[in-house]
C-alpha cells in the first residue's frame, strides 16, 4: 500500500493561483507515474494532467492547458500542480493519483493508489 496526501487547497478568488502537494510514502516513489483528477459535486471524477516516471513527459487536458502545471521532486517524494487563473468551474475535489508504469498515464482506471483529495474553491 502506497499513502498520498494532497494539501495546498483553500478559497480564492477568480483568476488567483493556489499550489496543491501530494506527498507519497515508501521509498520507491521514482518507479511511479503520476496525474491529477478533480471532481466537482455531481459531476464525474475528470482527468487534469500526468507526468511520467522520469518527469520529463507531461500530458494535460484541455481545460487546464496553459493555465496548469504539473512537477515532481522525487528526492521529497511530491508531486506538486500549480493552478493559475483559477476560474469558478476549476472548482472541485483535487486528487493525486499513482501508478508503477512509465507514464504519462491519463485513465483513471489505470491508477492503484489514491490521496484522499483536496478541496479548491473559486469564488466569483
Known sequence: QVQLVE???GLVQAGGSLRLSCVA???????YAMGWFRQA???EREFVVAISRSGTI???ADSGKGRFTISR???KNTVYL??????????AVYYCAAVDRPGPVVS???YDYWGQGT???VSS
Do not use: H
Open 73 to 75: 521532486d522525487n528526492a
Open 119 to 121: 478541496q479548491v474553491t
Open 25 to 31: 510514502s515508501g521509498r520507491t516513489f521514482s518507479s
Open 82 to 91: 500549480q493552478l493559475n487563473s483559477l476560474k469558478p468551474e476549476d472548482t
Open 58 to 60: 507531461e500530458y494535460y
Open 108 to 110: 483513471a482506471k489505470l
Open 41 to 43: 459535486p455531481g459531476k
Open 7 to 9: 494539501s495546498g487547497g
